[in-house]
């Protein structure tokens, strides 16, 4: 059974930055769409940034976009998301998600819906501190 493990999540300073990684366990055949969410103390989770795995489309929430960038090494079955001007507001736990059993590109149309991915990992918590 795959798992999904991320890590790099540390407390930093307003304005550092930060590479998380989310490595699969096993491969996951292509195409396929993996992402990027965060759940804050108290906030429901919401979606950061999505990546087709083998392909180039990128997808951003608002509220990252000209500061996080996601990508990936398709051999090494890895997803990264860099963080730079990281914001006091960005602190939150970040998860990687995908769905292993279905085949298809992310998409602008449900790219942000949890309800597209059936495997999560434990997440990496980023603190931000002003």
């Known amino acids: 059974q795959v798992r999904l493990v991320e890590s790099g999540g540390e407390s930093v300073q307003a304005g550092g930055s930060l590479r998380l990684s989310c490595v699969a366990s096993?491969?996951?055949?292509?195409?396929?769409?993996m992402a990027w969410f965060r759940q804050a103390p108290g906030k429901e989770r919401e979606p950061v940034a999505a990546?087709?795995?083998?392909?180039?489309?990128?997808y951003y929430v608002d509220s990252v976009k000209g500061r996080f960038s996601v990508s990936q090494d398709d051999a090494k079955n890895t997803l990264y998301l860099q963080m730079n001007s990281l914001k006091p507001e960005d602190t939150a736990m970040y998860y990687c998600?995908?769905?292993?059993?279905?085949?298809?590109?992310?998409?602008?149309?449900?790219?942000?819906?949890?309800?597209?991915?059936?495997?999560w990992g434990q997440g990496t918590q980023v603190s931000v501190s002003s």
């Open positions: 998600s995908t769905h292993p059993g279905r085949r298809r590109h992310c998409s602008g149309d449900y790219w942000w819906s949890s309800d597209e991915y059936t495997l």
């Open positions: 096993d491969y996951i055949g292509r195409p396929h769409c």
């Open positions: 990546m087709n795995m083998g392909g180039v489309s990128t």
